[in-house]
């Protein structure tokens, strides 16, 4: 009996062997820098069906990002070309390629769902009601959905929205949970009233510490006592401008998926804060203690610590805003280009509570970065649009690596930020192959 192993399984399992094996890559310690020729760039020059003009910059334990990003795609209604990663829950994420609309389709929007959705076919979505209630809360109400559209000002904002896992599936050692690649974010425009104006009505007590949420969705076991998911933020991010409770998604009712008729939206954090098919919100005197706020859900080591630690569940902390981070969307990865034309890049940067202020890209395997013309957001916590134009001195393979960088100054790490054993918050730069043809 003969077994294969895939290249991601072989290279997670030692990924200076499997260059040594593959290509016979000898990375150094020092600077992880591969020392591929004669033979060993090759058998990767044949593999890829191109010469590298780079080769000497590649990083080793590098997969080439043209046999990294498979391509697999499963059809949901109204989510066609989406890749399901799981169906109980349904979960599935969006290939970067049909990410590139500047405001994010509803059915290019990844699916992030804890427990089974409710069924709302047959409600008055006017009379879904939520009770805003907690130790911290001054004055309780049950409001309708009617009730929200007018009593309170209406917004619509065009707002990121990101899995805390978004990147999972490229930690080594494995992290438990769904293997998300690079499609968990998108950023539509949403509507609904800010979440401040409804807890200030509400009246918010001096003692008030969290602001949490619960949904109509079920437990995945049936069982009616048990929640799939209650998170929840800080009063300082539910008071921002930009924490909503919304009802429509690009100009139109919430879908099914999405949380109709209502969602709490708390962007530039991990999607998890921001609740779907929502019942309750709670003004906590404390940190809230739902499902899924212990342990280690949602959390990372609070000091870095080595691949493979096992740490104390005391010493993680909650995931807050996201990292800075950035995807391309043109073209798709794979592309044939022709050398003496222009190559023209494009994608959209983000970075949590923060801007994006500079974006860059490489053809070189990071040993070189050329600025990236970047767009203002819409609003604040929208993601930015970038746009390059690029030329390749020689055929061959390439990579296109892109890399953003807050205005705070920190940028997206190279190959893999620290690993963590939930495998949460990668914003590693995003890349795609290209094959220049003379």
């Given at each position: ?28 310690p ?15 020059s ?181 929640q ?21 998604m ?12 209502l ?20 003004l ?26 096992i740490?104390?569940?005391q ?101 893999l ?22």
């Amino acid at each position: 009996m003969s077994s294969k192993r895939g290249i991601h399984e072989l290279y997670n399992a030692d990924a200076e062997r499997a260059d040594k094996l593959l290509w016979g890559r000898v990375t150094c310690p020092l600077t992880r820098r591969g020392f591929i020729r004669g033979s060993g760039l090759a058998a990767m020059s044949a593999a890829l069906g191109a010469s590298i003009p780079f080769a000497e910059f590649m990083p080793g334990g590098l997969i080439p990002a043209a046999f990294a990003q498979a391509d697999g795609s499963f059809y949901i209604p109204g989510k066609s070309g989406l890749t399901v990663l799981n169906d109980r829950p349904i979960n599935a994420e969006t290939p970067a390629h049909l990410l590139d609309d500047p405001i994010t389709p509803a059915s290019r929007l990844f699916v992030r769902n804890n427990g089974i959705p409710p069924v709302t076919d047959d409600i008055d979505p006017l009379d879904w009601s939520i009770d805003v209630e907690g130790e911290a809360c001054d004055r309780p109400q049950s409001i309708t959905l009617r009730t929200l559209k007018s009593r309170y000002r209406n917004y619509t904002l065009q707002l990121q929205i990101e899995c805390g896992g978004s990147g999972r599936s490229e930690f080594y050692p494995p992290a438990t949970g769904i293997q998300w690649t690079t499609g968990a974010i998108g950023c539509p425009e949403w509507t609904g009233v800010r979440l401040k104006d409804v807890l200030e009505d509400c009246g918010i007590t001096d003692n008030a510490v969290y602001v949490a949420y619960e949904a109509a969705d079920s437990h995945l076991s049936g069982d009616p006592t048990r929640q799939p998911i209650s998170r929840g933020v800080p009063v300082h991010k539910a008071m921002q401008n930009e924490s909503m409770i919304v009802w429509a998604m690009n100009g139109k009712p919430l879908p099914p998926l999405h949380g109709y008729p209502l969602r709490m939206l708390c962007p530039g954090w991990s999607g998890s804060v921001s609740g779907k098919w929502l019942t309750r919100v709670l003004l906590r005197d404390r940190i809230h203690d739902g499902a899924k706020m212990a342990g280690q859900s949602y959390r990372v080591p609070c000091k870095p610590v080595a691949p493979g630690t096992i740490v104390a569940d005391q010493d993680m902390c909650i995931i807050e805003s996201m990292p800075v981070k950035s995807l391309i969307t043109f073209p798709k990865s794979g592309v044939q280009h022709v050398l003496s034309k222009t190559f023209n890049v494009r994608g959209h940067a983000w970075a949590g509570d923060r801007r994006v202020q500079k974006l860059y890209v490489s053809v070189d395997f990071g040993a070189s970065w050329q600025s990236a013309k970047l767009k203002k957001p819409a609003n604040r916590l929208a993601w930015q649009h970038w746009s390059a134009k690029l030329n390749f001195l020689e055929a061959g393979y390439y990579e296109v690596w892109a890399r953003a960088v807050d205005q705070d100054g920190k940028s997206q790490p190279v190959v893999l930020p620290g690993w963590n054993p939930r495998g949460y918050l990668n914003n590693a730069c995003h890349r795609i192959a290209v094959m220049v043809n003379a």
